[in-house]
Nanobody
Framework: QVQLVESGGGLVQPGGSLRLSCAAS????????MGWFRQAPGKEREGVAC????????YYADSVKGRFTISRDNAKNTVYLQMNSLKPEDTGVYYC??????????????WGKGTLVTVSS
């Protein structure tokens, strides 16, 4: 059974940092492109960052470039999102997703339940 479980969310002040983790089980992580998505209150879900299975190339939304870093540890079946210089507009529920042969942020197959990130003073 495929499972993606996010952790690491919480309340942080503007300018602070958080690291999100996504623990994967039930499939071979190294074969899947992985991504982080977020949904702010009243807004549609958007792709934040992706890391490809083939060449480990990455994609970032313009709004997070230079502040967020996605990484993966296939041996630990875990994907990370390091978030620095956080802004109030980064607030939202962050989801981890996996896609086989996907063009992340499109074409993701499996989703976690999300972890809430709140950036506020």
């Amino acid at each position: 059974q495929v499972q993606l479980v996010e952790s690491g969310g919480g309340l942080v002040q503007p300018g602070g940092s958080l690291r999100l983790s996504c623990a994967a089980s039930g499939f071979s992580l190294d074969l899947y492109t992985m991504g982080w998505f977020r949904q702010a209150p009243g807004k549609e879900r958007e792709g934040v960052a992706c890391i490809m299975s083939s060449d480990l190339s990455t994609y970032y939304a313009d709004s997070v470039k230079g502040r967020f870093t996605i990484s993966r540890d296939n041996a630990k079946n875990t994907v990370y999102l390091q978030m620095n210089s956080l802004k109030p507009e980064d607030t939202g529920v962050y989801y981890c997703a996996a896609g086989f042969d996907s063009t992340c942020p499109l074409g993701m197959d499996y989703w976690g339940k999300g972890t809430l990130v709140t950036v506020s003073s």
